[in-house]
């Protein structure tokens, strides 16, 4: 078998250094565009910004939405329009222990309980649904492709040392031109 042309290695080379951030483009990318298309009007007008001023008021909302299993309470602290239907759980306590900001997020939880981020869309604070956008948002996507692009990265490494060392073994036994057998 021929070998591959100089231009060509080096474009899959290329190619395989550059994979692991490819899949990590192109999901962050659709989320970047889905946003445009996320957000349902309805839910931005003057009266529920000024309700949903504060990420508190957003989070007590949820957790009437909840209880009640109004699906039309919920889509309004999700600010976008919710098509499942919610089982009323009237025995429901959720009671924040704890409130921070984490990039960006208000972070509502009680440890072993529940943890409930809220961000700040159109001015206005929703309730954020840990999806594809919430972990690439965080940085939870990035984290897990850095792992996953460690691993891949290793496995090349140990290709490229393992068909090194072949190369060496086969130049050490092949015989040189001008040289008797």
Same mark, same amino acid.
Do not use: C
């Given at each position: 078998m021929a070998p591959l042309p100089a231009s060509t290695r080096r474009r899959w080379l290329i190619i395989l250094l550059l994979a692991p951030w490819l899949l990590y483009? =192109?999901?962050? &990318?659709?989320v970047g565009l889905e946003s445009l /298309?996320? /957000? %349902?009007?309805?839910? +931005?007008? #003057?009266? $529920?910004v000024a309700r949903y001023a504060k990420p508190e008021v957003a989070f007590d909302d949820l957790v009437v939405a909840l209880r009640t299993g109004n699906a039309d309470a919920y889509s309004r602290v999700l600010g976008q329009r919710w098509n499942g239907t &919610?089982?009323?759980?009237? %025995? $429901?306590? &959720?009671?924040?222990? *704890?409130?921070?900001?984490?990039? *960006?997020?208000?972070? +509502?939880?009680? #440890? *072993?309980v529940f943890d409930a981020y809220f961000e700040q869309v159109n001015g206005r604070w929703v309730y954020a649904l840990p999806d594809l956008r919430f972990s690439v948002y965080t940085g939870e996507f990035l984290r897990e492709v850095l792992g996953g692009a460690l691993f891949y990265y290793a496995i090349l490494g140990a290709m490229? =040392?393992?068909? /090194? $060392?072949? $190369?060496q073994r086969k130049m050490q036994t092949s015989t040189r031109p001008g040289t008797p057998r």
């Open positions: 483009a =192109l999901p962050s &990318l659709y /298309w996320r /957000w %349902d009007r309805a839910y +931005f007008t #003057p009266e $529920l &919610l089982t009323p759980q009237p %025995d $429901l306590k &959720l009671i924040p222990t *704890g409130a921070d900001q984490v990039n *960006g997020y208000w972070h +509502f939880y009680q #440890p *072993g490229a =040392l393992i068909s /090194w $060392l072949r $190369l």
